[in-house]
């Protein structure tokens, strides 16, 4: 086929899609109506058009109407729009056509993928969906699993739910089968890789139940045997929950001091586990962010998985999780057509020559990012938000494994769900931590993968769009720092340069020295640029914010803080920052035209806002 069109995918900021959308969602409703009367032609209809010019049925389709119009009253005056290029905020944006018809074409039909009888059509596209994860991620399809689930922080509770019934059976075997671990201590059983571990349950199958019984599943936690989960500082905050309602509590979540860059500090890791192995405290597991929530930043999963392996020579071991709620489809651009990952070599060429990215001058990726997202492959599992970077409905979020056997350590019925010659398990519900679910969204991700493959052709020009779109809104960022309102000289400053899509700046008036002064600027202008007041048709622009605290992030915003001129007994003071935070997810940034446009605006929109904040 030739190269898609990303201009095709979506409804457009003007709605110019708008007709090949009606068109095709009135076929699918159609197709609907007829399917209803189609079952069972011989049954009478229920409702006759006497009962219908009754006056009581009048009533009520009118008040179907009314409400309906309600509805759309209220959506229509504080809607966020996400679909113009004017939003520059959380991590939304337009959402792909096929998805919004996959989705509503099968909410018709109204599936739940819980079960498979009550989702014939859309249970297998959710597996088929979870099979598109592992491919993506770089595991062995025949031997990973992945699906579907309400959203990411989902997905991070049945990954570290993983982690700890995993942990705990090599303690349950040693009481029911000492021999299989004979000569093993405490510390090395709760240091067994997650292979040993899957080898180790192989061999007691016939007592499955009974080790499930012992395990942690039937005891309850025994913290000494599970130890640490190991996060960065800027891990999302569905950690934090994980961490309680799994049971370990927040004081065995220990997060990790980032770098300049945002990064995981892997240096600041090793000396973490070393000194944990040293006092014999186990690691129950580490987590690597793939696009943090607040930065966009990319951890060195290359350098952590070679941290694991080093640790495994003595005798240390952990599951390793990817966090990619945020960044995971972004794979797709370093897979070519077969799968295969793109050598650093030939990248530049292949990302330019298949559009993905158009600019000459932006140079993406680094070759820590690059080397980053090859190394997922060797992960335990990775989270994946379609409705992030996918650009899908919510709620989609998902999760992919790289061995299905791990499925039996959360399994409701008893082991070995998929030994029994069956790619499709008839109880999705009691393999993984939801239990009813949309088919629909099913359909919506899967229509989607159709369309766009999970790969440099598809999904990787989609998301390269977004990329060199916040390229380009950082450089201007970068050519525009300071700006002159009315005389007073206002300096503007980005965070980092984006490993991803995300780009964090901050406003600084020239010679102010009081950080409470600069984080109140930001504040002020963030009021007045977001949807906190007013109707969204006054809006000119639209960002979000954040603030990073000593707390969450220790010292690491020392750095901007003294670019922006406030030197660090002031951040030492007040140990709080306010930024900007802008996703930059539109798709349409890749176009000269459009970019300067929207650029300008911003621009003109930004200083009348700081013109307005500085006269108070
Ligand atoms: C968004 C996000 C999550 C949580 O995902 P939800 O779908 O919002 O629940 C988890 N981790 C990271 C890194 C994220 O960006």
């Not at 980032?258 to 690691?283: F, G």
């Amino acid at each position: 086929m030739k190269e898609i069109d990303i201009k095709g995918l979506f409804l457009g900021p003007k709605s110019e899609n708008g007709d090949l959308f009606k068109k095709i969602l009135t076929d699918a409703i159609n197709e609907h109506l007829y399917w209803r009367k189609d079952f069972h032609p011989e049954d009478e209809p229920i409702v006759s058009l006497y009962e219908k010019n009754q006056e009581n049925f009048r009533l009520t389709e009118d008040r179907i109407i009314q409400v309906v119009d309600q509805i759309c009253a209220k959506l229509k005056v504080t809607s966020m729009p996400w679909h113009s290029p004017r939003y520059l905020g959380h991590m939304n944006a337009d959402i792909l056509m096929p998805a919004m018809l996959g989705y509503i074409a099968a909410m018709l039909y109204n599936p739940n993928n819980v079960a498979y009888e009550a989702s014939t059509a859309t249970s297998p596209m959710e597996l088929e969906v979870g099979k598109d994860f592992a491919a993506l991620m770089g595991y062995d399809t025949g031997k990973a699993w992945g699906h579907i689930c309400t959203d990411g922080s989902v997905a991070n509770l049945e990954a570290i739910w993983y982690a700890r019934n995993l942990t705990s059976i090599p303690f349950a075997v040693k009481e029911l089968r000492p021999k299989l671990v004979e000569g093993k201590s405490d510390w090395q059983l709760a240091n067994l890789t997650v292979d040993e571990i899957l080898d180790l349950s192989a061999k007691v199958k016939d007592i499955c139940d009974e080790v499930r019984d012992r395990s942690v599943r039937g005891t309850g936690i025994v913290q000494k045997q599970l130890g640490k989960w190991i996060v960065p500082q800027t891990k999302h905050y569905s950690w934090v929950k994980a961490g309680e309602i799994i049971g370990i509590g927040l004081d065995n979540v220990i997060s990790v001091q980032v770098d300049d860059q945002y990064r995981m500090d892997v240096d600041v890791l090793e000396k973490t586990i070393m000194d944990l192995a040293e006092k014999e405290i186990p690691i129950l597991g580490v987590v690597a962010v793939v696009g943090t929530t607040e930065e966009g930043a990319v951890d060195h999963v290359d350098r952590i998985v070679a941290l694991r392996k080093k640790m495994e020579q003595r005798g240390v071991s952990f599951y390793l999780h990817i966090d990619a709620a945020y960044g995971g489809y972004a794979r797709s651009i370093f897979l070519d057509e077969k799968g295969d990952f793109l050598p650093y070599s030939d990248l530049k060429r292949q990302l330019h020559e298949k559009g993905v990215i158009n600019q000459d001058d932006i140079e993406w990726p680094p070759e820590e990012v690059y080397s980053a997202f090859k190394a997922i492959e060797e992960s335990d599992s990775v989270t994946i938000d379609p409705h992030k970077m996918g650009y899908i409905p919510y709620a989609a979020g998902g999760i992919t494994i790289r061995d299905r056997r791990m499925v039996d350590a959360i399994s409701f019925f008893a082991a070995y769900v998929f030994e029994k010659g069956t790619e499709s398990p008839a109880l999705l519900g009691s393999y993984i931590l939801e239990g009813s679910k949309a088919g629909a969204t099913a359909a919506g991700v899967w229509a989607a993968h159709q369309v766009l493959p999970l790969n440099i052709t598809g999904y990787g020009r989609l998301i390269g769009a977004s990329i060199e779109g916040a390229k380009r809104f950082y450089s201007h960022i970068q050519m525009n720092r300071v700006l002159d309102i009315d005389g007073t000289k206002v300096r503007m400053e980005t965070l980092t340069r984006p490993d991803f899509n995300m780009v964090d700046f901050a406003f600084n008036v020239e010679g102010n020295k009081d950080l409470d002064k600069m984080n109140e600027l930001n504040l002020n202008l963030y009021n007045l640029s977001s949807y906190v007041s007013g109707p969204v048709f006054k809006k000119d622009f639209i960002t979000s914010h954040t603030e990073f605290t000593y707390d969450d992030y220790g010292d690491a915003p020392v750095n901007m803080v003294k670019r922006l001129g406030i030197e660090r007994a002031e951040w030492d003071r007040v140990h709080s920052l306010r930024l900007m935070r802008a996703c930059v997810l539109t798709p349409y940034f890749m176009v000269d035209k459009v970019v300067e446009h929207y650029w300008e605006t911003y621009l003109d929109s930004m200083k009348r806002k700081l013109a307005e904040v500085l006269s108070k």
